[in-house]
């Protein structure tokens, strides 16, 4: 006799969630883009066929997800906003806070994108670049005498360094998003920790071997030095049982 199969209980979708979908999927489509208009809000009850509160409550969270400006009454309609950092950062950010995304996995992704980051840095990298990564390693040094939110912030200097040698603005803001998050998260921790002024001068002393790697062309090196500063830098932070997996992309 075969086994029967299980299923999940349904989860019942309200109609506002509908007409969010929908919205979103025009803009993956290309059907929608940053700058149009959606109907006025009455074109938009009738083409949904909902009510007036249906309509506004799908305008509330497409708006809290930055993906229009809805003011109310306007005749023109809602506006399609362009793409922002911010919204992708408070989307990630709700997602780590409702346990969908763990602190270990958005290190983990850090490692990864700000190792490949830095291997292509390394090849393409110019003199006046690597000038302006020196420059941040005096800001570095500097910051530790003032506190970790200036730190951070010369640090946040020196990764934007490196995503703009990549060319890539999706690293960029993948970079930056995540490494926001993740600060968001522990900043505060790590802000008031005993042996705070240690960890940023291991991790200035990692930052500037990373930068001599990639002035010798040493991409891989300079990539695993990477690795290997944010596993130190966050790894007390998470699970132990998680740690073996972040240990793993040291050497990626």
Do not use: W
């Amino acid at each position: 006799m075969t086994k029967s199969p299980r299923f999940e209980p349904v989860q019942p979708v309200r109609a506002y969630q509908r007409i969010v979908e929908q919205v979103e999927e025009a803009l993956v489509r290309g059907d929608l883009a940053p700058g149009q208009r959606l109907p006025s809000e009455r074109e938009l009850v009738a083409q949904f066929e909902v009510s007036r509160s249906t309509v506004r409550e799908a305008l509330r969270v497409l708006e809290s997800n930055g993906v229009v400006r809805s003011r109310p009454g306007d005749p023109n309609g809602p506006e399609i906003l362009p793409f922002s950092q911010a919204a992708l950062r408070k989307q990630m950010v709700r997602l780590a806070r409702v346990d969908e995304l763990t602190l270990s996995e958005l290190i983990g992704f850090r490692m990864i994108m700000d190792g490949a980051a830095i291997q292509v840095a390394s090849r393409l990298r110019t003199t006046e670049q690597l000038a302006e990564m020196d420059e941040t390693l005096v800001a570095m040094r500097a910051a530790i005498d003032v506190d970790f939110d200036a730190f951070s912030q010369a640090d946040l200097a020196f990764h934007d360094v490196i995503a703009r040698i990549s060319r890539n603005s999706l690293i960029q803001t993948c970079n930056e998003v995540v490494r926001g998050v993740v600060l968001s998260l522990i900043s505060d921790k790590i802000a008031h920790a005993g042996n705070s002024r240690a960890l940023m001068l291991e991790s200035l002393q990692h930052h500037a071997e990373v930068v001599d790697a990639i002035r010798a062309g040493n991409g891989h090196a300079a990539a695993r030095i990477a690795r290997q500063n944010m596993y130190d830098y966050y790894a007390s932070y998470v699970l132990e049982e998680d740690r073996e997996t972040l240990r793993a992309l040291i050497d990626d």
